[in-house]
């Protein structure tokens, strides 16, 4: 991997933003991500090699970090911060199809729910992993999910709720979705959430945390 | 009850109710004639106590309603009168406001059948689900933005605020006279400027600009210790209960460094100034997992962990395992085992058993009742909380 690549992913791990962001402070004045990436374009790195070889590192290893409780929420946030300024380079490329992304992740909160911290964690885990991610909001219908599966073919659907009494529309939605569009592989997550309730409802797969979302996306398109 | 929710007019009348005698019902021998706020006492003090306070974090606005289909009586319709049912013991709050003062009116901006967006007195944007459950809005939009939106809720949190003191001298007589615990709020250093400028920018904020950060807290920090040397003279209290919901599933959303560095030394301000007017049980109502924060609590003399969500990743056996007597502890039974069935109520129960023996544990489900537990797995577990732990209150049903 050029080494580059390698700056890039530690910056994305360490949340580096760019040269003027003060964190972390033993990379003050330092290059970030947001110009690694530019630099690595004019180097002549494609896109897709960017993505894989830098992003998704740095991601993947502040993701693994985080479901091993060895960081915290703000480590996660401030690396995602630094995706997103590195993306915003990335992002006419993919716009234009000349580089492509890993899969699409449509994620939503169920109907009758309206929390949001989990799900948007997940998103941003998700879309640091490579993936296009279709982030439906909160309170969403099991219609609106299947709408959206149906335009974003092969999509994998992430659903999310925070309260017991909103589980019963993922169990809807799950139903819905799998029956209109069979084979599309739906994930569940959220606090009061178990893997014996997943496998109640026919979901897929369940994880406590955004990188077994991610590691699921990864293992069901390999 | 959330301090967050605090209501000073409710609070006075509660306060009315609670100057009423001693529980003698529950208990035997000498300690029968004692009063729920000497029971608190002793109980906190890891003293023994015949009969332990039966204490419950309440409910969901629509838990009653469901349970009213399984037999719940038409006069139980709040959470007075379902503590009144249930038999559950109350403590009382001293009326006093430690955090900002409303920045602007209350106002609803947006409302159609299934939902309402409203702006806040402290001018937060949140949707509600009016037909769903509203344990906690939908945040839309958050006031403090950068240093210039910070300036407002400077003014706002002046301690000289007369309106922050105006309840307190009616209810001061009251107070004094109570035979329940008389708790003291403790205010929020973290809950509230969350609220304020909103989880993903309070999280980061101390990385990208923590000269404002740390302003923020300070000025909470200042007001809330200028409040309580204020009230601290006036009324013996028994305990004190901050606000702060800070953690969720995965743990903090500050950095527990930062927590230590910025936030844990006003814990230490407020828990030297409780100590010096005779309060020793400081606690802050802190929902998820809270295990990564309890060093700097209890270095900080925070020695009372409330309510310990045990699914949200909290485990108050394991609190007592690795800091013993160093903390307390109130709530800790997993609100999720009222779901599954009467065995699981009394796993749990039968797993939190030797530790409130131990003491300084007051169990109760830890976190509201959901809309969806049984009603009559509600009567078991408080049955069977009442055989095992020998809590006071009577039940009517």
């Not at chain 2, 839309?140 to 939106?149: E, H, Q, T």
Request: glycine share 10%; net charge negative; with cysteine.
């Amino acid at each position: 991997m050029a080494e580059i690549l390698e700056q890039l992913a530690m910056c994305i791990e360490r949340g580096k933003v760019n040269a003027s962001s003060p964190y972390p402070p033993d990379l003050k004045g330092q290059e970030g991500a947001d110009e690694l990436c530019k630099k690595a374009l004019d180097d002549g790195l494609a896109p897709n090699d960017i993505l894989a070889n830098g992003l998704v590192v740095g991601m993947n290893a502040i993701g693994r970090k985080f479901s091993k409780n060895e960081v915290f929420v703000p480590d996660v946030l401030m690396a995602a911060k630094a995706m997103t300024a590195a993306m915003e380079h990335l992002r006419p490329f993919f716009d234009s199809g000349e580089a492509t992304f890993k899969g699409t992740f449509v994620v939503g909160t169920v109907q009758g729910d309206l929390h949001d911290i989990g799900k948007n964690l997940v998103a941003m885990v998700v879309e640091g992993g490579g993936y296009k991610v279709v982030d439906l909001g909160v309170d969403v219908s099991p219609e609106k999910f299947l709408d959206a599966v149906k335009g974003n073919p092969g999509a994998t659907v992430g659903l999310s709720a925070l309260l017991t009494t909103t589980m019963v529309n993922m169990e809807k939605t799950v139903s819905l979705v799998k029956e209109a569009v069979p084979g599309t592989k739906v994930i569940v997550g959220g606090a009061p959430l178990t893997q014996e309730f997943a496998d109640k409802i026919g979901a897929d797969a369940y994880s406590p945390d955004p990188q077994g979302a991610l590691d699921f996306l990864a293992a069901a398109s390999a | 009850m959330d301090v967050e929710e605090f209501e000073a007019d409710a609070l006075i009348a509660k306060l009315k109710a609670a100057r009423t005698g001693r529980n003698d019902t529950n208990g035997g021998g000498t300690q029968a004639a004692l009063t729920l706020r000497e029971r608190f006492r002793r109980a906190m003090f890891f003293q023994e106590v015949a009969v332990r306070p039966n204490f419950e974090f309440g409910y969901w606005e629509t838990t009653l309603k469901r349970w009213r289909d399984q037999g719940l009586p038409e006069h139980v319709v709040d959470e007075a009168s379902a503590y009144e049912y249930f038999g559950i013991e109350n403590w009382v709050m001293v009326p006093v406001n430690l955090g900002p003062t409303a920045v602007c009116e209350h106002k609803v901006l947006e409302e159609d059948e299934e939902h309402q967006v409203y702006r806040d007195s402290m001018g937060c944007v949140a949707e509600i689900n009016k037909k769903g459950d509203k344990s906690i809005p939908h945040f839309l939009d958050f006031p403090i933005k950068d240093r210039a939106s910070w300036e407002p809720f400077k003014k706002a949190l002046d301690p000289d605020d007369p309106s922050r003191y105006e309840r307190i001298e009616e209810a001061l007589p009251d107070l004094a006279a109570a035979t329940m615990p008389v708790g003291v709020p403790g205010g929020s250093l973290a809950g509230t400027p969350r609220n304020l400028c909103g989880f993903e920018r309070i999280a980061v904020l101390p990385y990208e600009d923590p000269d404002l950060f740390r302003e923020i807290v300070d000025t909470f920090g200042h007001c809330i210790v200028t409040v309580l040397e204020r009230v601290l003279p006036l009324i013996q209290v028994d305990f004190c209960m901050g606000w702060e919901d800070i953690c969720f599933n995965g743990g903090p959303i500050i950095h527990p460094a930062v927590y230590s560095e910025v936030i844990g030394p006003w814990y230490r301000r407020i828990a030297d100034l409780l100590v010096r007017h005779g309060c020793c049980v400081y606690t802050t109502d802190t929902d998820g997992n809270i295990m990564p924060l309890v060093d700097v609590f209890v270095d900080n003399g925070l020695n009372t962990m409330f309510p310990v969500e045990v699914h949200g990743g909290s485990d108050p056996c394991a609190l007592r395992e690795k800091y013993g007597r160093r903390v307390r502890l109130w709530g800790g039974f997993d609100k999720m085992a009222l779901l599954k069935s009467r065995q699981a109520i009394d796993d749990e129960l039968d797993r939190l058993l030797p530790y409130v023996e131990q003491g300084a544990f007051l169990p109760g489900v830890d976190h509201r009742v959901q809309a969806d537990v049984p009603l009559d797995h509600y009567k078991h577990y408080l049955d069977r909380k009442r055989e095992l732990f020998h809590v006071g209150g009577e039940p009517k049903y």
